[in-house]
């Protein structure tokens, strides 16, 4: 029997995946990863520069909606843990084109969930080994909060968009699984992360690369939209406590008490940068460059997460306040501009074919 336990890290090779994979190999070498990712637009192989395959970490180019595939893997590794990452996760591109998200998002999580379910759940399996189904997902869930409150793990679901509806689904499809079939899951629901490898599509990533380029920031609406704002390295740890501690069947809230308007954050970046490398060009400080424009559709007004139960009953608490978080974050994205400018010039989808030679 193998002395390892194997976790499948769906999305692996995207933000808050391979932020996770990386504190797994550094953190936890008595855990095998295996990363299945598909490598949209979104999986980038560079996230994960210097690791190499080998005991603790494989890594498969598979898409999560193919239920062969994931089935041959689940007996071919002997999975006994799945964090479920893999996701369309970017709001605007669900709402310019939500078919995606409702194949990957909710069909996708089905076939995993499927998957699990007989190779965990079937007569005559060996179940000594713990099992547990992660699914990551988000505040976004709960909908839109307005001046006051927070949303809880009781808060009711209230989905706006096609993503957080595609997430809300899913999430209920996990819940389902547990109360039907008993397969032990668990799911985590975290407010906006930001750090390093974000895809320069979100908030943070954007106006650093719109800036470095002399190009205007676009706020949408008025700029008071609230985002509660997470370093990525606290939600991977809140993750693992989930993991160790967690109780199967229950959510988990994850968030640091952080709200900031979007017109702060924006701000605040700009100060940074004019600070750290000088002001523009121009000689007029970055925040001459921002420029309010039409409101998203749906635009959820403000998140706020409450997370009492995550805090009290497995003692997580962040460790990175968003003054340090977002210094490191925009001193991480000024040593990387070659990983911002493989994006940007689209080179980093070669990177598969450059390492694998398919
Ligand atoms: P991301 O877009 O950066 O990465 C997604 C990854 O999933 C990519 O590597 C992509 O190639 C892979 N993927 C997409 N479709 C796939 C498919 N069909 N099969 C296999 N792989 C596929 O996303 P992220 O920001 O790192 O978010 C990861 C998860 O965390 C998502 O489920 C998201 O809903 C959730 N989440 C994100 C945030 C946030 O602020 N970014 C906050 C809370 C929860
Ligand atoms: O709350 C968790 C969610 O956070 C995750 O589930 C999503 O996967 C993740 O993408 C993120 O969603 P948001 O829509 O909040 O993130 P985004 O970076 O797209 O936008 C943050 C805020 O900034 C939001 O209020 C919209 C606004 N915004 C965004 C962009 C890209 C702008 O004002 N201008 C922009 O150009």
Same mark, same amino acid.
């Given at each position: 029997m193998k002395n390892k336990r194997t976790v499948l890290v769906t $999305? *692996?090779?995207?933000f808050i995946g391979s932020n996770f994979v990386r504190l797994l190999l550094d953190d936890y070498p008595e855990w095998r990863v295996i990363n299945l990712d598909?490598?949209? #637009?979104? *999986?980038?192989l560079r996230n994960l520069k210097g690791i190499t395959e080998g005991e603790n970490y494989r890594m498969v180019k598979a898409d999560i909606c193919d239920a062969e595939a994931i089935e041959n893997l689940f007996i071919e590794e002997e999975i006994d843990t799945v964090v479920h990452f893999a996701a369309e996760s970017h709001v605007d591109r669900s709402i310019s084109g939500p078919a995606e998200f409702i194949q990957t998002n909710i069909i996708g999580t089905f076939t995993l969930l499927e998957a699990a379910r007989k190779n965990?759940?079937? %007569? $005559?399996?060996?179940?000594s080994r713990e099992k547990c189904f992660l699914h990551v997902s988000t505040d976004e869930v709960y909908g839109s909060l307005g001046e006051t409150g927070f949303f809880t793990e009781s808060t009711a679901f209230d989905p706006r968009s096609p993503y957080s509806a595609s997430k809300a689904s899913s999430d209920h499809l996990v819940s389902a699984y547990f109360h039907t079939y008993g397969l032990p899951v668990r799911i985590t629901n975290c407010s906006n992360n930001y750090g390093? #490898?974000?895809?320069? %599509?979100?908030?943070i990533p954007l106006v650093f690369n719109n800036s470095m380029l002399g190009k205007e920031l676009p706020v949408y609406g008025d700029g008071k939209n609230i985002r509660d704002w997470l370093y990525v390295e606290d939600h991977c740890e809140a993750i693992v406590e989930v993991l160790k501690k967690g109780e199967n069947g229950k959510s988990y809230n994850i968030g640091g008490n952080n709200e900031k308007q979007n017109i702060e954050v924006v701000t605040l970046i700009c100060d940074i940068l004019d600070r750290k490398i000088g002001l523009l060009e121009s000689g %007029?400080?970055?925040?001459?460059l921002i420029t309010f424009v039409k409101d998203r559709?749906?635009?959820?007004?403000r998140y706020a997460i409450d997370p009492t139960r995550i805090r009290d009953e497995l003692g997580w608490e962040p460790k990175v306040t968003f003054e340090s978080g977002i210094e490191k974050t925009l001193d991480w994205y000024l040593e990387n501009q070659d990983w911002v400018k493989a994006i940007v010039d689209g080179s980093y989808q070669n990177y598969y074919q450059e390492m694998y030679g398919k």
């Open positions: $999305g *692996g090779c995207g598909k490598l949209t #637009y979104a *999986g980038n965990w759940l079937a %007569e $005559g399996v060996d179940d390093p #490898y974000q895809f320069p %599509e979100k908030l %007029e400080p970055r925040s001459s559709l749906g635009h959820d007004r």
